[in-house]
C-alpha cells in the first residue's frame, strides 16, 4: 500500500477504527494464548456458570470453563480458519479467473458452467453440504469454506482479465514476444490485484461467520476445541440466566465480521482507479 493510497484509507475513519479492531484481535489470537492462566479445555463443574469476578473476569461456561480464556483460543482458532481457507480459496479462483478470461473459449466455457454451478447453491448450504460429505473438524471447515470461495474470486478475476486482455500495453506484449505465462503473471495478475485484496478481506468477514455458523450447528469445530460459533451454540440453552456466555463470542463475531466489512470499504475508496487523479 503505497503512501497515497495509505492517506486516503486514513481518511475514511470508520476504517481506520476496523482496521485497530482486527489488529487487536489478530494480536490477542498471537499471544493472548500465552498470558492465559486457565486451560480453555479443563472441566470445573463445581464452578460451572460462573458470574463475572476477578477471578473469572467473563464467568465461566456449562463445564466451568474460564470464558475469557476459551474466548481468546477461539480467537485463534476463528482467525487461521478464515484466513487460511480464504487465502486458498482465491489462490484457486484467481487461477480459474485467469485461464477463464485470459484463453477463452472452450476453457471459459467449461470454468464459467462451473463458477454458475456452485454460485446457484447459497454459500452456508454449500458449505454445509461439503462438511456433511468430508465430515466435521476444523480441517474440513476450512476446506468447506475454501472451496465456496473459489467461484466469487474466480468470476471476478475472469471479468478483470477480460477487461485487460484487449488493452493496448498487453497488445504490446504479445508483439514483442512475450509468452502468456509472462503476460500473465507480470502484467494482468498485479493489475488485478486491488480488486482482488478488496475481494479477501470482504471475504474473510464472512468466512468467520460461515465458520461460526458450521460450529453453531455443530458441523465445524468439535468440542473441546474452543471456537466463538461453539461457544455461542452451547450458551443458547442459558441465554435468558447467564446472558453473558452467549454476548461474548456474539459481541466477538459481530466486531471482527463488522470490522473486516469496513476496513474492505476503506481498501475500495482507497484503491479505486477514478480517485487516483483526483
Request: charged share 15%; aromatic share 8%.
Amino acid at each position: 500500500m503505497n503512501s497515497q493510497v495509505f492517506k486516503r484509507f486514513k481518511k475514511r475513519k470508520s476504517s481506520v477504527i476496523g482496521g485497530i479492531i482486527i489488529l487487536i484481535f489478530v494480536i490477542t489470537a498471537l499471544i493472548g494464548p500465552s498470558l492465559c492462566k486457565y486451560d480453555p479445555t479443563a472441566i470445573d463443574l463445581p464452578n460451572k456458570y460462573q458470574s463475572p469476578s476477578i477471578k473469572h473476569w467473563l464467568g465461566t461456561d456449562n463445564l466451568g470453563r474460564d470464558t475469557l480464556t476459551r474466548l481468546v483460543y477461539g480467537a485463534r482458532v476463528s482467525l487461521m480458519m478464515s484466513v487460511v481457507s480464504v487465502f486458498i480459496g482465491s489462490f484457486i479462483g484467481i487461477i480459474f479467473g485467469v485461464l477463464a478470461g485470459y484463453y477463452g473459449g472452450w476453457i471459459d466455457a467449461l470454468i464459467s458452467r462451473l463458477i454458475d454451478l456452485i454460485l446457484a447453491f447459497p454459500g452456508l448450504l454449500l458449505a454445509i453440504a461439503v462438511v456433511a460429505v468430508l465430515g466435521s473438524g476444523i480441517m474440513n471447515t476450512m476446506a468447506a469454506i475454501a472451496f465456496y470461495s473459489i467461484p466469487y474470486v474466480a468470476r471476478l478475476v475472469r471479468g478483470l482479465v477480460i477487461s485487460l486482455k484487449h488493452t493496448e500495453f498487453i497488445q504490446a506484449c504479445k508483439v514483442i514476444g512475450a509468452s502468456d505465462f509472462r503476460i500473465i503473471v507480470f502484467h494482468i495478475i498485479p493489475n488485478t490485484m486491488g480488486q482482488i485484496i478488496i475481494d479477501v478481506t470482504l471475504s474473510l468477514g464472512s468466512a468467520i461467520l460461515t465458520a461460526s455458523s458450521l460450529s453453531f450447528l455443530g458441523l465445524g469445530v468439535q468440542p473441546p476445541n474452543p471456537e466463538w460459533g461453539a461457544m455461542l451454540s452451547q450458551a443458547r440453552e442459558v441465554l435468558r440466566s447467564t446472558p453473558l456466555a452467549a454476548l461474548a463470542p456474539g459481541t466477538a463475531i459481530t466486531m471482527v465480521v463488522l470490522s473486516f466489512s469496513l476496513v474492505g470499504d476503506g481498501l475500495r475508496d482507497a484503491l479505486d482507479p477514478k480517485l487516483k487523479n483526483s
